[in-house]
């Protein structure tokens, strides 16, 4: 009994909020942006950036933690950002708010899908170990892109200071929201799921915030 109070409020506590960053606008996907031939291209320093996550329960508590990017381009003409894509390694999911080691991994497991029960909870890495972002345009401070996850695509848009330098480029976003039932990551949305228990139910929205360092 004990065990089974643990897992619900650690799953609870996997719900993600956005009480006070931009939504993203998830829509269709777009045409990808191309690379000029005049373009530099910059290889993203895959140590140097990554995708924070933060999430909290429906009524209280919350968790957070990091992805990693495995690799990415980023191309730039004039002095201006126009095309780029980032593979994202779901394996690297990890959980920062936990010191104790059986409840932190438990909780990347269940977001990775480590075991036949629960593989398709979350983000089951096991069938889908990439997630991938392609820019599709950059607006006044504003980057629009295709992500794909568990093999669905959906445009999203998220304010962004983007700083370009002679060897470097940096995208920083503001904390934005994606809402996780339009890539099929359903478990335990009160939108999806009826009747569940107050304390079971899991916020739709993933609250992110983007770092990506790319150099020539």
Not at 61 to 85: C, I, P, R
């Amino acid at each position: 009994m004990k065990k089974i109070v643990l897992s619900l409020f650690i799953v609870a506590g996997l719900a993600f909020t956005a009480t006070s960053c931009k939504k993203s606008g998830a829509a269709d996907a777009e045409e990808v942006a191309t690379q000029s031939a005049e373009a530099v291209t910059y290889t993203v320093d895959t140590a140097a950036s990554v995708i924070e996550w933060k999430g909290s329960k429906v009524a209280a508590g919350s968790h957070n933690g990091t992805l990693m990017l495995s690799s990415g381009e980023v191309s730039v003409k004039d002095g201006a950002v126009e095309a780029g894509s980032f593979v994202i390694d779901m394996n690297t999911i990890t959980v920062l708010d936990l010191e104790d080691a059986e409840k932190k991994g438990w909780l990347e497991g269940h977001l990775k899908g480590a075991t036949e029960e629960n593989a398709d909870h979350f983000f089951n890495v096991g069938q889908y170990p990439e997630a991938k972002f392609e820019i599709t345009a950059i607006n006044a401070g504003t980057v629009e892109g295709n992500l794909t996850l568990k093999g669905a695509t959906k445009n999203v848009k998220f304010p962004a200071t983007i700083t370009v330098t002679e060897n470097e480029v940096s995208i920083v976003s503001e904390t934005f929201t994606i809402n996780r039932t339009e890539w099929g990551v359903n478990f335990n949305s009160g939108s999806v799921v009826k009747d569940l228990a107050a304390d079971q139910v899991i916020s739709d929205a993933i609250e992110l915030k983007v770092t990506v360092k790319a150099t020539k």
